[in-house]
């Protein structure tokens, strides 16, 4: 049966179909081994304002690629053709053109992530090279997560995305695939309240924005966990702001609590290529022992289980 979920969201659906059904992949939270230990330790995953990421203007990178292809007049008549045959009294155009033209002030700083990457059972021990160099800087760890754990867990207030590294034709040929899709189901969306399939259409040029990357990114293979501080259905329990210092910038954070899922999601910790490797690898150990304490494993069997050096041998000084 065909939901609004599959008609608005086919790019999301489509990966994570595939992604269920490979085996090998898991998903990597690459950061600093001081953030490695504090996640074994306290149980939280930092989600930062999109504006913090590395690449912080990439966010504008989907946006432009929304206006490059409504300034094209054909276009914008496709997509509003379609759209008054739902309901041709509904201001369409007029929210679609302020949704935008406002989205930096709209969304940009409400808008939270925390990245995650795929990662591939052969990647098991050596990590991502690119991701050793773009996360940690010569002092990087990597927490890998058991995706079927991961996906199984509903948290209200938290959404995953999947990062989509288009160029401008890709990105219209995926515009193209949605208004097939709303055209095909259109007996569904004609009986759906209007204000319910502008909510999901405004949900997808959001999540679009905020989830389309360079394609010089590629390899990363990134998605991400996201949330609205706007949002007023966020689970308390496992969803809180808090604000931190990070590298001397004051910000305020949203903290995900995963303390009690923790000792089921890991999979295994990745020391990255550092020189205080044997230091690292000692701490990470006893925070491990702890983290399943309770749990009746023989140490060196669980040490060696959990815990694996990185194994590509490039100097730390070169990250």
């Not at 504090?38 to 203007?57: A, E, K």
């Not at 409504?70 to 008054?84: A, D, V, Y």
């Not at 000692?282 to 815990?307: F, H, M, P, T, W």
């Amino acid at each position: 049966m065909v939901d609004l979920e599959n008609i608005f969201f086919p790019f999301y659906k489509d990966n994570l179909d595939a992604i269920k059904q490979n085996n090998s992949i898991e998903f990597a939270y690459y950061s600093s081994l001081e953030v490695i230990h504090y996640i074994l330790t306290d149980g939280f995953i930092w989600l930062r304002n999109v504006s913090c990421m590395n690449d912080w203007q990439e966010v504008y990178r989907g946006r432009k690629l929304f206006f490059k292809y409504f300034s094209i007049k054909s276009n914008r008549q496709k997509l509003l053709l379609i759209l008054k045959k739902i309901d041709m009294d509904f201001p369409w155009e007029n929210n679609l053109l302020s949704f935008i033209q406002d989205f930096p002030v709209a969304a940009l700083y409400d808008t939270y992530i925390a990245s995650l990457t795929e990662h591939d059972k052969d990647d098991d021990s050596a990590g991502k090279l690119s991701m050793w160099r773009g996360y940690g800087r010569g002092v990087g760890g990597a927490i890998i997560l058991k995706k079927q754990e991961l996906l199984s867990r509903d948290i209200s207030g938290i959404w995953l995305t999947k990062v989509a590294y288009f160029t401008y034709n890709e990105f219209d040929e995926c515009i193209n695939q949605l208004m097939v899709k709303l055209n095909k189901n259109m007996v569904l969306l004609k009986n759906t309240n209007s204000a319910v399939v502008w909510k999901y259409l405004q949900r997808a040029i959001l999540f679009a924005i905020i989830s389309i990357k360079d394609p010089g990114f590629k390899e990363e293979k990134e998605w991400r966990l996201v949330c609205f501080d706007s949002s007023t259905d966020k689970d308390e329990n496992h969803l809180k702001p808090d604000k931190r210092v990070i590298e001397g910038i004051p910000q305020i954070i949203y903290k995900l609590n995963i303390h009690d899922l923790l000792p089921t999601l890991l999979n295994h910790v990745i020391i990255g290529p550092n020189q205080y490797g044997p230091v690292a690898y000692n701490a990470l150990k006893d925070d491990i022992l702890e983290l399943y304490k309770k749990q009746k494993y023989v140490s060196e069997d669980l040490i060696r289980e959990k815990l694996k050096y990185s194994t590509i041998p490039i100097r730390p000084d070169y990250l």
